[in-house]
């Protein structure tokens, strides 16, 4: 007899894929969109974290459940969100010290004023 609920475990994989290539790509997309503008401004570490916590429970349950797509899915998002978080850091801390720096340069004496420059 067969079950209507019965999913074969083959099919069920090719779900897992499809959906884990579909984030993968969203996820680099990201990557590359925040190296090309160099800021990460609006980018919660909170989100960040989380991501990196739910991506290594779902692969500890891949591994644990046999799933291959769960497992090696999540596994190559959580080091594309460890990617992220470290693009965060760097960032944040690169734009923070430049806006240091602009703001140093207007403190200057010997910068010139505005109305000597027209």
């Known amino acids: 007899m067969n079950n209507c609920t019965h999913n074969d475990n083959n099919h069920q994989e090719y779900f897992g894929w499809i959906g ?3 984030f993968i790509f969203a996820q680099l ?5 925040t190296y090309r503008v160099k800021k990460t401004d609006d980018v919660s570490y909170v989100l960040e974290v989380m991501w990196i916590i739910g991506n290594s429970m779902y692969t500890a349950f891949g591994y644990i459940d046999d799933s291959m797509s769960m497992f090696y899915g999540n596994l190559v998002s959580l080091i594309v969100s460890i990617i992220q978080i470290s693009q965060k850091v760097y960032y944040d801390n690169k734009n923070k010290n430049n806006i240091h720096l602009l703001a140093a340069s207007f403190k200057d004496p010997d910068r010139a004023s505005y109305d000597e420059i027209n």
């Open 29 to 33: 997309a990201q990557v590359l969109h």
């Open 20 to 22: 884990n290539s579909i």
